[in-house]
C-alpha cells in the first residue's frame, strides 16, 4: 500500500507557523481601552494577562473622546476585589485609545496618545502563580461595569 508522505505537507506549514508566531509577538495588548460609551468583547470569565517574568502590567487603560478626538470627559477605575499577591495602582497619564473601526469617527483618535486613566498590576518579587482581582470602571456619564482579571505571573 502507498501511502503519501505526510513530511513536505508539514513542512509547508512550519513557516506559516512561526510567521503567525511572531506578528502576535508583536500585536499590542488586547484590553487596553474602553470608552464609557462602549462595550467591550470580553473572552470569556475573565480577562486573561500574563506577566512574564515578574513585570507590571497594564490590566486596563480608559481614554473617553469625543468625536473630534477632545477629551469627553475621564473614568474612574477602582478596585473592588485586590489580588491576593502583588498590588494594583491607578495611574493618570496618556495612553492609545483603541476605538473600534465601527466607530468611524472616533476610530481615527487611535493613533495619538489621549489623556487617561489606567490600572497596572505589579506582582511581588518572586512570585509564579496566577492570581485575580476585580476592577470597577466608571465613565464620565455614571456608566460602570466591573470586570474580573485573571493574572497569570510567570
Request: glycine content about 8%.
Amino acid at each position: 500500500m502507498n501511502r503519501p508522505s505526510l513530511l513536505p505537507q508539514t513542512l509547508r506549514f512550519g513557516p506559516v507557523l512561526l510567521a503567525c508566531l511572531a506578528l502576535a509577538a508583536c500585536m499590542p495588548q488586547r484590553f487596553q481601552v474602553v470608552a464609557a460609551n462602549q462595550s467591550v468583547a470580553s473572552t470569556g470569565q475573565f480577562v486573561d494577562v500574563s506577566s512574564i517574568g515578574g513585570r507590571s502590567v497594564p490590566l486596563q487603560s480608559v481614554v473617553v473622546l469625543e468625536p473630534d478626538c477632545s477629551s469627553a470627559g475621564s473614568a474612574v477605575i477602582q478596585v473592588e476585589n485586590p489580588p491576593q499577591q502583588g498590588q494594583v495602582t491607578i495611574e493618570n497619564g496618556l495612553y492609545y485609545p483603541s476605538y473600534p473601526s465601527s466607530d468611524s469617527q472616533r476610530y481615527a483618535c487611535n493613533v495619538k496618545k489621549r489623556p487617561g486613566t489606567a490600572a497596572i498590576y505589579t506582582p511581588p518579587p518572586g512570585f509564579q502563580g496566577t492570581v485575580f482581582t476585580t476592577l470597577r470602571i466608571t465613565g464620565p456619564m455614571g456608566r460602570s461595569t466591573s470586570r474580573v482579571y485573571r493574572i497569570i505571573v510567570q
